[in-house]
């Protein structure tokens, strides 16, 4: 085990150094896209889309309820595992940085949740070209968690490919 984790941040760290000679381009794309996955921020999205009637109830709902499972279940897995976040990581603000730990990406279960979501609810929000955005916004999600030093890429993986299936099937098995 002690050989993938430090595989890992071996790969997280080239793919942050990676980022650094192209830091005046990608780190404000970076920055926007950790500030369009964060938590908060989606909890006052549901909430207009609830009071706003923008979408019918029992999505706007379901909106609500994949948000809060996820902070739930986020919460309680980064209690358990305690991974630190990685030593490089740098600038986080108070919004973004809700705690010291760093696996599972909690923006990146947001993100697969909203995906599948999205994905599901597309009719809902325009069709199709939704879903597809829905979907490139997930992996951006996920590429700039890395390439930012907030996660190592086990963290965002995780976030992804745990937290997808579970989504899913949260996703059929209750809100449909």
């Not at 909106?63 to 902070?71: G, K, P, S, V």
């Not at 490089?88 to 973004?96: E, I, R, T």
Request: with cysteine; charged share 15%; proline share 3%.
């Amino acid at each position: 085990m002690d050989y993938i984790v430090r595989k890992d941040e071996e790969l997280s760290y080239a793919m942050y150094l990676g980022n650094t000679k192209w830091n005046s381009i990608s780190h404000p794309i970076c920055k926007a896209l950790e500030v369009s996955g964060n938590g908060i921020l989606w909890l006052i999205i549901a909430a207009l889309v609830i009071f706003t009637n923008y979408i019918n109830a029992e999505a706007a709902i379901n909106l609500l309820i994949i948000l809060l499972l996820d902070l739930v279940v986020i919460g309680l897995t980064k209690q358990t595992f305690k991974r630190k976040r990685p030593a490089y990581n740098k600038g986080m603000s108070l919004v973004v940085s809700v705690d010291a730990h760093s696996f599972p990406s909690g923006h990146c279960t947001r993100a697969i949740s909203l995906c599948i979501f999205f994905v599901n609810e597309a009719e809902s929000f325009g069709g199709d070209p939704v879903a597809i955005v829905a979907v490139l916004w997930t992996f951006a999600i996920a590429i700039s968690r890395v390439v930012l030093g907030r996660h190592h890429v086990l963290d965002v993986l995780a976030g992804l490919c745990i937290f997808g299936p579970l989504q899913s099937c949260i996703h059929y098995a209750y809100l449909l």
